[in-house]
């Protein structure tokens, strides 16, 4: 998967999100940031730094369940949401607040269609 197939799949439904990243095989497959997060190395490391920070835990989650995480990203405190969508296959969506009411609505409108797109291809 490339950025212009996220960008398909997704269209415009990610409000409240600041980046996207798919994973698969311990290597980031796609990735997607905000378009007020500058596309450069600096953001890049900001976020994966957090991701690597759980990588080693995540193959104890279970597969299909949507699990959320306190993060620090520059000064802002956020939660990013970690899905398994398969043995080694996930999806991380760090928000650009603490709500974690929009848990449905990432599940819905951005977990979902990657997941699908992810497991049949």
Sequence with gaps: ??????????????KHVDAIFLYRGGVPLAYRFAPYIPDNP???F?????????YRY???????KLYHYEVTIGKKNVYMFVYRV????YIFVFLDTKDLELAG?????????LADYLIFS
């Design 42 to 44: 600096d953001s890049f």
């Design 46 to 54: 900001a976020y994966n730094q957090e991701i690597e920070k759980i």
């Design 105 to 113: 609505v990432v599940q819905d409108r951005i977990i979902k269609p």
């Design 86 to 89: 398969k043995d080694d296959t």
């Design 58 to 64: 995540l193959e104890d989650i279970d597969v299909g």
């Design 1 to 14: 998967m490339n950025r212009e197939m996220l960008d398909k799949i997704l269209g415009n439904h990610t």
